[in-house]
C-alpha cells in the first residue's frame, strides 16, 4: 500500500514553519529548512517534509496571496470597484516599474523556485525511501511550476533555472531572460512529472490544501490555455473532471461557506487560519462603514469596500440565476437597504476582519469544467463543450445551452468563466490572455453611467479607461532587476520609459 506523508502527521514542523515564514518580513528570508542545519538535511522523511511544508508557507505571505499577489489579480477587474476614488495604483492602472509591491512579488516567486529546486536536487540525492522522494519531489515541482505560472502569466519573460544555484549573488544576478513561452514549457514539464508523482488524495481535509495529482492536472490544463494547446488542455481538464472524484456541490454558495474550506469542489487551496496565518482579503470586500448609512451599520462593517460589484456587471446575469443570492449582498443583516452591491460569497462577518482565515481557491471544479468547454470548444468539440458549460449553468438553475456555433460558444464560456468565477482572481487574467482586458475596461465608463451606478465608481471606470493601455496586458519587471542583473534584456513593451 502507498504510504501518504501528510501534513496531519507532521502537524507541529508545519505549525513552526508557517509561524516562522508569517511572523515578520525578515523571517521571509529564512529558508523553509527552519532549524535544521544543512549538513543533516534529508537524512529522515520528518527533515523532507519540513522544506516542503515551507513551500506551502511561502504563498500565505503578505507579498503573495496574503495580500500583493491578491491585489494585482483583483484590483483592475471589470466586474468590482472601489465605492469611491481611491489612489491605489493597481486599481487605477497607474503604477511604475519601481513599485515596491511589484518586485516583492517577482522575488517571493523566486523565493520559491530557489527553494523548490534545492528541494528537488536534494531528494534526488537522498537515501529516503522512494516512495517518500516521489511525493515530496512531486511536492516541490508543484510549487515551481505555480510559481513560473504566474511569473510568465504576469511578467512574460523571466529568468528561468531549475538547479540550486551557489550563494554567489553574482550567479543569480547574471542569469538571462527566457521567453514565456520558454517558461511554460518548463512548467508543462514539471507538472507531468508531477502528476506521475503526486497521489490522488490526502487524508482527511490535507489533499485540498497539499498539491494532489489533480491539482497538478488543473494548473496543467490552464497553462496549456496560455499555449493554446487545446487538445492537450482539454484532456488534461477532462481527466480531472472524469477520473479526480471531485464534484459541483449541489448550491453554488455552499462552495464559500467556512463549513465547506474543503469541500469536495475544492482541487487545491492556500491554507489561511484564523489567529494564526491570517489575510486581508476579507478587508477589501467587506463595507467600510463610514461609506453606509450610520442607521444601517453593523459590527461587521469594519472593511475598505475596495471590491464592491459593479451594477453593470450585476445586469448582464439572467435574473434566474440562482448564484445571484450568493453573489448580491446588497443588505444588512437585519434587511436594510445598502449603498453599495457587496460580493456576499466573499463576506465573513468575523471581527477583525484582520484575523480571518478565509483561504484563497486557486482551483475548484467548476473552473475545470469551463477549462475544459473552453479547451474542447476551441478544439471543434462543441459537443464536449457544451456538455462542460452546461453543467455549470444547470446548477445555476440555466437552461442549457445548445445549437450555437463556435464563436458564439466561445464568447458564452468567457461570460460564464466571468459570471461563475467573479471575485475569485481569474477574470482579470482571463481577460489579458483572451486580449480583451483593453478594451473590457475601456468600455467601463459608458457601462457604469447607463447602469446608474454611484458617482464613486463611475469616477473609478473613467481614471481606469483613461490610464489603461496595451502595456497593461503585462505587468513591467521590476526596475531593481535590471539594476542587479545586466543579462535581463529589454523591459517590457511601453514600460522602457517607467
Known amino acids: 500500500m502507498k504510504r501518504l506523508y501528510s501534513i496531519k502527521v507532521a502537524a507541529g514542523i508545519i505549525t513552526i514553519v508557517m509561524g516562522t515564514l508569517m511572523g515578520c518580513d ?13 549538513e543533516n538535511f534529508y537524512q529522515t522523511e520528518a527533515d523532507a517534509l519540513t522544506a516542503v511544508t515551507g513551500l ?55 523565493r520559491i523556485i530557489g527553494d523548490a529546486n534545492k528541494a528537488i ?18 511536492e516541490a515541482l508543484f510549487h515551481r511550476a505555480l510559481a513560473y505560472y504566474y511569473l510568465s502569466a504576469l511578467y512574460g519573460g523571466a529568468p528561468l533555472w531549475t538547479v540550486e544555484l551557489t550563494d554567489n549573488a553574482d550567479e543569480i544576478a547574471n542569469l538571462p531572460r527566457a521567453t514565456a513561452p520558454a517558461i511554460r514549457a ?39 490555455l496560455y499555449e493554446e494547446d487545446w487538445e492537450n488542455a482539454a484532456r488534461e481538464a477532462d481527466d480531472v473532471i472524469t477520473e479526480s472524484g471531485h464534484s459541483l456541490l449541489p448550491d453554488y454558495g455552499d462552495v464559500f461557506t467556512e463549513e465547506n474550506e474543503y469541500s469536495n469542489e475544492i482541487i487545491f487551496t492556500v491554507d489561511f487560519q484564523q489567529e494564526v496565518v491570517t489575510t486581508s482579503r476579507g478587508f477589501r470586500y467587506a463595507p467600510r462603514s463610514r461609506d453606509e448609512d450610520p442607521a444601517n451599520r ?42 453599495f452591491i457587496y460580493l456576499k460569497k466573499m463576506q465573513r462577518t468575523a471581527n477583525p476582519l484582520d484575523k480571518q482565515g478565509v483561504n484563497m481557491i486557486l ?51 468567457y461570460q460564464e468563466r466571468s459570471w461563475e468565477l467573479v471575485g475569485e482572481n481569474h477574470t482579470k487574467m482571463d481577460l489579458a490572455r483572451w486580449g480583451l482586458l483593453i478594451s473590457e ?17 463611475q469616477a473609478m471606470a473613467q481614471i481606469q479607461a483613461d490610464n489603461i493601455s496595451d502595456k497593461h496586458l503585462l505587468l513591467p519587471v521590476p526596475q531593481a532587476e535590471f539594476e542587479k542583473n545586466p543579462n535581463l534584456g529589454q523591459q517590457n513593451p511601453g514600460w522602457e520609459g517607467g
Open 26 to 38: 525578515d523571517a521571509l528570508e529564512e529558508n523553509p529548512e527552519g532549524f535544521i542545519s544543512p
Open 441 to 457: 475596461i475601456k468600455a467601463l465608463p459608458a457601462k457604469a453611467e447607463a447602469a446608474g451606478e454611484p458617482n464613486g465608481p
Open 298 to 339: 453593523e459590527n461587521w462593517m469594519n472593511g475598505f469596500g475596495h471590491y464592491v460589484m459593479r451594477q453593470s456587471f450585476i445586469d448582464t446575469y439572467d435574473p434566474a440565476d440562482s448564484r445571484l443570492d450568493a453573489i448580491i449582498q446588497d443588505t444588512n443583516n437585519a434587511g436594510e437597504a445598502l449603498r
Open 121 to 138: 536536487g536534494r531528494l534526488e540525492e537522498s537515501q529516503l525511501d522512494q516512495e517518500a522522494k516521489d511525493q515530496f519531489i512531486g
Open 186 to 224: 518548463q512548467v508543462i514539464t514539471d507538472l507531468t512529472r508531477a502528476a506521475d508523482l503526486l497521489p490522488d488524495n490526502y487524508s482527511g481535509n490535507f489533499d485540498k490544501v497539499r498539491a494532489t495529482r489533480w491539482a497538478a492536472k488543473s494548473l496543467l490544463a490552464k497553462t496549456y
Open 56 to 110: 506551502y508557507a511561502r504563498w500565505s505571505s503578505g507579498d503573495l496571496f496574503g495580500r500583493d499577489l491578491e491585489m494585482i489579480t483583483m484590483h483592475g477587474d471589470p466586474a468590482v470597484t472601489p465605492n469611491r476614488v481611491i489612489t491605489i495604483p493597481q486599481s487605477r492602472y497607474d503604477y511604475t516599474p519601481t513599485f515596491g509591491d511589484f518586485a516583492d512579488i517577482w522575488e517571493s516567486l523566486y
Open 363 to 413: 482551483f475548484r471544479f467548476a473552473d475545470m469544467l469551463l477549462v475544459h468547454a473552453e479547451a474542447a470548444n476551441e478544439d471543434d468539440d462543441l459537443a464536449g463543450a457544451l456538455t462542460s458549460i452546461n453543467r455549470v449553468r444547470q446548477r445555476a438553475g440555466l437552461p442549457d445551452l445548445s445549437g450555437l456555433d463556435k464563436d458564439q460558444l466561445r464568447q458564452a464560456i
